[in-house]
């Protein structure tokens, strides 16, 4: 394990430390910060960065790990082409862990992060204590899966045929993620943000297809924004907590409710993921 010193977020006090960590196929790139509980925050394809808004409200009471899926953020990959792996992932996840604690974690994972925290349950459960699965998109779980696998494709080849951004178009349409009424327009995508976008969509099958194993029980939550009613990340949380028969938690906003960019509230989410986890 390799470590390169960080910053402080605005108002904390303790100093960030960012830690490679060496995988199969990748370097492994995390952080730990705050004090208290270990609590594991992850995404897929969106890196740790898009966390810390959330972290910085949680770190008074928690230790924080922010952890680059690999092929995003800091963490490098062999070959960058290769769709992302459900099995893969959470076997990363589960190093990272393993090199920050030997007590059960608790784990919030969002969008591709919880479909990651629920293969982490499954897979090592004896590495979680509450895993919050925020907003998985599991099209297999939906009765028109079948839709959802075509679209995926009809994703897929405009990525062939027109780039990334024709197909993050389409994606953002077939999806419902239209941004909230008075959100900000988003700014330009950075060199980060388009090397997620490309994980994004080289995990179209490989992570919505994947259905998870059997569960823990009494360790898994499944969370749904309040505003994502229509959108298919809410279809796809309630099916899956209706098929493990997991409690499904009501969050504040949308599909990035923790994230000041995408409309949410960190300070109001922060409240509902310590309420979950107290479940």
Request: charged letters at 15%.
């Amino acid at each position: 394990m390799r470590s390169a010193g960080g910053g402080s977020l605005p108002g904390m006090t303790q100093q960030t430390i960012r830690h490679t960590l060496d995988a199969p196929g990748a370097v492994l790139s995390y952080e730990v910060l705050g004090s208290g509980p270990v609590l594991a925050l992850i995404g897929h394809p969106m890196p740790a960065d898009g966390f810390r808004p959330l972290a910085e409200q949680l770190a008074g009471a928690h230790t924080v790990v922010l952890h680059d899926p690999r092929g995003t953020g800091d963490s490098t990959m062999t070959d960058p082409t290769e769709p992302p792996d459900v099995a893969t992932l959470a076997d990363d996840l589960s190093r990272v862990l393993a090199a920050v604690t030997s007590e059960p974690a608790d784990v919030f994972g969002s969008s591709g992060g919880g479909i990651t925290a629920l293969e982490l349950a499954a897979t090592h459960p004896e590495q979680v204590r509450t895993v919050v699965a925020h907003e998985p998109p599991l099209v297999e779980y939906l009765d028109d899966a079948a839709v959802h696998r075509a679209a995926g494709e009809q994703v897929q080849r405009l990525y062939r045929e027109q780039g990334l951004m024709a197909a993050m178009a389409l994606f953002a349409q077939q999806n419902g993620f239209a941004p909230p009424p008075g959100a900000p327009a988003p700014p330009p995508p950075s060199e980060a943000d388009l090397r997620s976008m490309t994980r994004l969509v080289l995990g179209m099958g490989t992570m919505t297809g994947h259905r998870v194993g059997e569960l823990p029980a009494g360790q898994v939550v499944i969370g749904v924004g309040a505003w994502s009613d229509q959108a298919t990340t809410g279809r796809t949380s309630r099916a899956v907590a209706a098929e493990h028969g997991l409690p499904l938690v009501t969050f504040p906003g949308g599909h990035g409710g923790f994230h000041p960019d995408q409309g949410g509230d960190p300070v109001a989410f922060a409240v509902a993921l310590e309420e979950a986890l107290r479940r």
